[in-house]
């Protein structure tokens, strides 16, 4: 690492330093930085534990716990000054302690996380709010095989980089990042970078190893929940086309479980969602803001009589007050995954959705114009 010296037109490089004589220390140090900046490892990561002891019959601790964006569990594992020889093996035996855990048991963990570092706060909300999930039973946590291994040394032995080499070729995500200190005069700087599997080539190594793993198993001959999801959509927004529902007529098939429809309001959406136990139809409040979306929501829950009467019955009125987003919903139990009650299912979103627009859009209209709320952008629809 080299310092500009833009008068001289000149560079000079910083002094490297050990975090050993610098006074850093990994848990103290390095551990709470990532804690307080997971983002500095390249990608949004939701810290749910640190020194995780939760293993039966042993006092082994795991330095973090993570959920990255689709739900996987990952491992991260920091050495300070050298890596050692069997940090590898060491993750590998965290990773098989946590495969089996449930949704249940990771919220039970980062609750425990919440109450002890943070002051309280719902972990089933957060997790929610981060994987962008209506409720925590369609989060799809730590799924078969997925879990993620990160290494975080100033420097890595051979035999550590050749098993996280030989792992990444088996179809297992390992990364290893070297983080150095470097002192300009008084001020210490921090180098973070990834170096296995190096930035540029981490995509095509990644999807290579996926694709020989995939190969070289047996096919299991059952539909992804992704591509169920798919399978439903096409077949609902086709019903939704006929029954002429002009709101939904420009989306397309998603892999997610929900779908939004605009309502004119930045922010406000209609919601069509389904799980494994029901469908939902749905408005959703997403601002950044919650003082706003709560603000939204009680303005139109003091109009709750107008509209469940032009509706014509009760609906779900969830403020949410512990979460950021409100919704007002209505629902209907199916077996979302049964392709057999698609067509049923996607007859009763179009019907219901017939009723519950008309009913909440004149109002959410009026109310959003004596708020002030802005009008609908492109990135919102």
């Known amino acids: 690492m080299f310092r500009v010296d833009r008068n001289l037109n000149r560079i000079s490089p910083l002094s490297r330093k050990r975090f050993g004589e610098l006074g850093f220390r990994e848990r103290e140090h390095l551990q709470e930085w990532l804690v307080h900046q997971p983002d500095a490892l390249g990608e949004d990561l939701l810290i749910i534990q640190k020194e995780f002891d939760g293993f039966d019959e042993t006092r082994e601790r795991l330095d973090l ?19 050692g020889r069997d940090v590898t093996w060491q993750a590998l035996k965290y990773t098989a302690y946590v495969s089996a855990l449930k949704t249940r048991q990771l919220v039970d963990i980062y609750q425990q996380y919440l109450d002890r570092y943070e002051g309280g706060g719902s972990a089933a909300q957060r997790i929610c709010e ?29 035999e550590v980089t050749a098993t996280v080499l ?3 070729g088996r179809g297992v995500n390992a990364k290893c990042f070297r983080v150095q200190p470097f002192s300009f005069g008084e001020e210490i700087l921090l180098d ?3 170096i296995i599997p190096p930035r540029e080539a981490a995509e095509y190594m990644v999807n290579l190893a996926a694709k020989e793993v995939e190969e070289s198993a047996n096919a299991e001959g059952q539909m992804r929940r992704h591509d169920m999801r798919m399978g439903y959509w096409t077949l609902a927004l086709q019903r939704m086309r006929d029954d002429r529902l ?22 406000v959406h209609f919601l069509l969602s389904f799980t494994q136990q029901e469908a939902r139809v749905g408005l959703t409040m997403v601002n950044k803001d ?22 014509g019955g009760p609906l779900l009125w969830l403020r949410k007050d512990d979460g950021i987003q409100s919704m007002i919903a209505t629902s209907q139990n199916f077996s979302g995954f049964d392709p057999g009650e698609w067509p049923a299912m996607a007859a009763w979103m ?27 952008s492109e990135d919102d629809a």
């Not at 925590?136 to 040394?153: G, P, Q, V």
């Not at 002009?246 to 922010?267: C, D, E, Q, Y």
């Open 65 to 83: 716990l993570a959920l990255d964006r689709d739900g996987n569990l990952v491992i991260i594992e920091n050495k300070l000054d050298d890596s």
């Open 246 to 267: 002009a709101i939904f007529s420009n989306l397309s098939p998603s892999k997610n479980n929900w779908l939004w429809g605009s309502t004119g309001v930045s922010k």
């Open 350 to 376: 179009s019907e219901t959705f017939q009723k519950f627009g008309p009913a909440l859009k004149p109002a959410l209209l009026e109310v959003a114009a004596g708020l002030s709320f802005a009008g609908e």
């Open 166 to 168: 030989w792992l990444i």
């Open 290 to 311: 919650q003082a706003e979306n709560k603000r939204l929501f009680d303005a139109l829950h003091a109009r709750k009589e107008e509209i469940e009467g032009k509706f």
């Open 130 to 158: 981060f994987l962008e999930v209506e409720d925590i039973s369609d989060a799809e946590l730590n799924r078969r095989n997925t879990e993620r291994l990160i290494f975080i040394a100033a420097n890595f032995r051979k």
């Open 192 to 194: 973070l970078q990834q």
